[in-house]
T-cell receptor, first 113, second 111 residues
Framework: SQTIHQWPATLVQPVGSPLSLECTVEGTSNPNLYWYRQAAGRGLQLLFYSVGIGQISSEVPQNLSASRPQDRQFILSSKKLLLSDSGFYLC????????????FGAGSRLTVL | SQQGEEDPQALSIQEGENATMNCSYKTSINNLQWYRQNSGRGLVHLILIRSNEREKHSGRLRVTLDTSKKSSSLLITASRAADTASYFCATASGSARQLTFGSGTQLTVLP
């Protein structure tokens, strides 16, 4: 069966520090991968999605970047965090072809101080 | 940008009652999905309805879709305290490979 792992679960970082959130998927090949951000009490904002290794689409210009170094690995990064980067980050995957049903990770809570 | 907008933003009901949440969207869709999120957790897919379907059932869930009004509703029958969560609609449009989520309805079921 397919599983998705996302870490770390909780992160407290000072302004200006770097960020790396990692997501891996098991049990499937060539998944579509996604990073969403959720502000407190709000809906989900799509940040990045990837349909293959090295293929990254950015939905919102910002302080963040994403990389997909391996088929089932998706990394969200920042060189210098801003206060506004605080939020709940969710990784998700879907099959490459189909109805785009997403399976989410458990999320990473980032607080920038 | 938000494609779907849920209504109401918050809903509080007694256990055993039915809960209805609505979603409106703006553009043509391929399908519409509903997800559930427990506090501080990831989202879980509940049900998908395609643009050529009008109604779908799954257990205690009933989803309707009215493409002429660009709206959908999620009905949870005989609610339980464990149904307390946020519920989001999400739309898939055209050739886009991503979903666009609404802002969610916070459902509280009181025991």
């Amino acid at each position: 069966s397919q599983t998705i792992h996302q870490w770390p679960a909780t992160l407290v970082q000072p302004v200006g520090s770097p960020l790396s959130l990692e997501c891996t998927v098991e049990g499937t090949s060539n998944p579509n991968l996604y990073w969403y951000r959720q502000a407190a009490g709000r809906g989900l904002q799509l940040l990045f999605y990837s349909v293959g290794i090295g293929q990254i689409s950015s939905e919102v210009p910002q302080n963040l970047s994403a990389s997909r170094p391996q088929d089932r690995q998706f990394i969200l990064s920042s060189k210098k965090l801003l206060l506004s980067d605080s939020g709940f980050y969710l990784c998700a995957w879907s099959v490459a072809r189909g109805a785009n049903v997403l399976t989410f990770g458990a999320g990473s809570r980032l607080t920038v101080l | 940008s938000q494609q779907g907008e849920e209504d109401p933003q918050a809903l509080s009901i007694q256990e055993g009652e039915n809960a209805t949440m609505n979603c409106s969207y703006k553009t043509s869709i391929n399908n519409l999905q509903w997800y559930r999120q427990n506090s501080g957790r990831g989202l879980v897919h509940l049900i998908l309805i395609r643009s050529n379907e009008r109604e779908k059932h799954s257990g205690r869930l009933r989803v309707t879709l009215d493409t002429s009004k660009k709206s959908s509703s999620l009905l949870i029958t005989a609610s339980r305290a464990a149904d307390t969560a946020s519920y989001f609609c999400a739309t898939a449009s055209g050739s886009a490979r991503q979903l666009t989520f609404g802002s969610g309805t916070q459902l509280t079921v009181l025991p």
